[in-house]
């Protein structure tokens, strides 16, 4: 079992910033690709964000410049650096790893954490 504890998320003004967070707990093993995902009301779920054990990024194109992804292996945590948010940001947005173990691959998500952008 593994456990995504995820934090950080509130409610910001346009323009603001909020620093995302999520630790992994539990039966780890390899921990590969982590990202995040967010879903607004009456939309899918789309990637934001992700970061390779190697560190090579990939990012929604909506974000590319505003928001930045990082990771500490060490921890097993995750973050997401939002800056210059727009109220299109607001979403449940969802902590996201895959495993690896041997060669059996799992994903696990996070509960979500709600980020709102308004005046």
């Known amino acids: 079992q593994v456990q995504l504890v995820e934090s950080g998320g509130g409610l910001v003004q346009p323009g603001g910033s909020l620093r995302l967070s999520c630790a992994a707990s539990?039966?780890?093993?390899?921990?590969?690709?982590m990202g995040w995902y967010r879903q607004a009301p009456g939309k899918q779920r789309e990637l934001v964000a992700t970061i390779t054990s190697f560190s090579i990024t990939n990012y929604e194109g909506s974000v590319k410049g505003r928001f930045t992804i990082s990771r500490d292996n060490a921890k097993n945590t995750v973050y997401l650096q939002m800056n210059s948010l727009k109220p299109e940001d607001t979403a449940v947005y969802y902590c996201?790893?895959?495993?690896?173990?041997?060669?059996?691959?799992?994903?696990?998500w996070g509960q979500g954490t709600q980020v709102t952008v308004s005046s």
């Open positions: 996201y790893t895959k495993h690896l173990r041997g060669t059996t691959v799992n994903d696990y």
């Open positions: 539990g039966s780890i093993f390899i921990i590969t690709t």
